[in-house]
């Protein structure tokens, strides 16, 4: 069984730090791109951030650029997202998810969601 489980978020001041984690199991790990994407309410997912399979190269959505890190360890299957200088638009579900790039340059999820982690940025 196939199982996305996203863990780490919680409630943040701004310009506070958060570090989230995401681990795959029933699948290969090491085979796929990973990504991270937000939902924010009333609003669209959003891509966050993905990395390679190797780990060797890593992409941000506009809005976090700068502001964060990805990360995986594929011995453990865990990705990681380092999220600092946290702003309240950052507030949102985090989801990861396996991923391609699709030919238009975006990044295409390929697995079935997980729970999510609620992010919450307020002072």
């Known amino acids: 069984q196939v199982q996305l489980t996203e863990s780490g978020g919680g409630w943040a001041q701004p310009g506070g730090s958060l570090n989230l984690s995401c681990t795959l199991s029933?699948?290969?790990?090491?085979?796929?791109?990973l990504g991270w994407f937000r939902q924010a309410p009333g609003k669209e997912r959003e891509f966050v951030a993905a990395i390679s399979w190797s780990g060797a190269s890593t992409y941000f959505g506009d809005s976090v650029k700068g502001r964060c890190t990805i990360s995986r360890d594929n011995p453990k299957s865990t990705v990681y997202l380092q999220m600092n200088k946290l702003k309240p638009e950052d507030t949102a579900v985090y989801y990861c998810n396996a991923v391609i790039r699709a030919y238009a340059g975006d990044y295409v999820p390929l697995l079935e969601w997980g729970q999510g982690t609620q992010v919450t940025v307020s002072s």
């Open positions: 029933g699948r290969p790990f090491r085979s796929y791109a």
